[in-house]
């Protein structure tokens, strides 16, 4: 084996170097491509970051999103209260350093108890379309994706991470991660080639999931092959897993700067805007707060439909829900109607034919109101919130 020793390199036609190496082993490239994927929109997930936390930035409900797209889930683990949070990072830890601001974290309340029917995991559920439209080959042994994160746990040992695809016949893709240490940020990357027997349908349904394993007690657990793809069976998710972070006491489990790329080679990950970020999360998920006024007309003696509009398309048909905000003001709507006024605190659903694919406005119907069937009326939101609810 020998290496080739340069300073730089450079095309006999070009007028500048392509690469130029550094003393440290480093070099500083010009690339127009990065490992069969393209500059720009190489993350094929949203919220990598965990910039965006619409719903709440802490919560001990079960699931619970403590970034935008990215769900923990837990059951019977007798480890307290669990709690779900978006937290911040410090100018010592090593990803702030790479422009990393924040995180999500799962914090135990106690030590738990390692039951057969234990599970704890985080889950971000990409739509089938924006996978199958990647550009990467799914079917062909000889194309790639790659996987990376930043991780961090008051454990040292080994954690298990997957992508599964859902279309057709399950399929599994299962691999294993450790901490450098106890409370110390690591990246991990992890490559992964196509396989013949996936299948991911170009549909807004979901389509590939990434789901990072904390504990899974042995009704989940037998003799999981690593490294490669198998169907995916619900009692042979993993092999059988150590039960360290969950009896500890009250541990943490920490994520940031999740990337999944096409091609073989891991990038820097692809930082993007707030907006950009926030606005994608919409597709999913859009809380719409207080202080909201809209037209509407009565529809019979007792509702109203009212047209709201979303920032940008949802995936789906929303459900929709209400709750008090943090300014602790209850959710309520009041219509102003051609003889006075009437208040409601029911949830409001969707119209009749109330959302089209592709359009950001959405009827609303909510009743326990007195109105005139046709009438026209305004509706105002002074307090509380409707949230819009497509999640795969």
């Known amino acids: 084996m020998s290496t080739l020793k340069v300073d730089a390199i450079r095309h006999n036609s070009a007028t500048s170097d392509a690469i130029t190496t550094a003393a440290d082993g480093t070099c500083t490239a010009k690339l127009t491509s ?16 965990m910039n965006i936390a619409q719903r709440y930035t802490s919560s001990t409900s079960h699931p619970a999103y403590g970034a935008d797209r990215f769900r923990w889930g837990f059951g019977n ?3 307290g209260t669990v709690t779900a949070s978006q937290q911040s990072l410090t100018s ?3 990803p702030y350093t790479l422009g990393f601001r924040k995180y999500t974290r799962l914090a135990l309340g106690q030590a738990g108890t390692a039951a057969a029917n234990t599970y704890i995991n985080l889950t971000y559920k990409a739509e089938a379309q924006d996978i199958a439209n990647s550009g990467w080959d799914y079917t062909s042994a ?10 961090k746990c008051s454990t040292n040992q080994t954690f298990y991470a997957e992508c599964k695809t859902v279309d057709g016949t399950a399929q599994s893709y299962v691999f294993s991660f ?36 904390l504990f899974y007690g042995t009704d989940y657990t037998n003799n999981k092959t690593l490294n490669s793809w198998s169907a995916y069976s619900g009692s042979n998710i993993l092999p059988d897993m150590a039960s360290t972070w969950l009896t500890a006491g009250a541990s ?3 994520v940031t700067g999740v990337q999944v790329e096409v091609g073989d080679t891991v990038t820097t990950f692809e930082h993007r805007s707030y907006q950009d970020e926030f606005l994608r999360c919409c597709r999913y998920y859009y809380k719409l707060e207080r202080r909201f006024t809209a037209a509407g007309r009565g529809a019979g003696t007792s509702a109203y439909l009212a047209s709201v509009s ?3 398309p949802l995936r789906a048909q929303p ?3 209400t709750g008090t905000n943090s300014s602790s003001e209850s959710f309520s709507i009041r219509v102003y109607k051609y003889d006075g006024i009437s208040d409601s605190s029911a949830t409001p659903t969707v119209g009749t034919g109330g959302w089209a694919a592709g359009n950001n406005h959405i009827t609303i119907y909510q009743g326990s109101h007195s109105v005139v069937d046709d009438r026209v009326l305004n509706i105002y939101m002074g307090g509380g919130y409707i949230d819009f609810n497509s999640e795969l």
């Open 178 to 213: 450790t901490a450098s240490g106890n409370n110390t940020w690591t990246k991990i990357t992890k490559t992964i080639p196509g396989n013949s027997n996936l299948q991911i349908d170009n549909d807004a349904n979901a389509g590939f999931d990434i789901r990072w394993y």
């Open 92 to 94: 010592s830890d090593t």
């Open 77 to 79: 683990h007798s480890a």
């Open 252 to 254: 943490t489990f920490d």
């Open 319 to 321: 459900t929709l829900g």
């Open 310 to 312: 979303t920032p940008v």
């Open 142 to 151: 000889s194309s790639y994706i790659t996987v990376s994160f930043w991780f």
């Open 34 to 49: 990065i490992g069969g994927g393209g500059l720009s929109h190489r993350n094929l997930l949203i919220n990598g970051a």
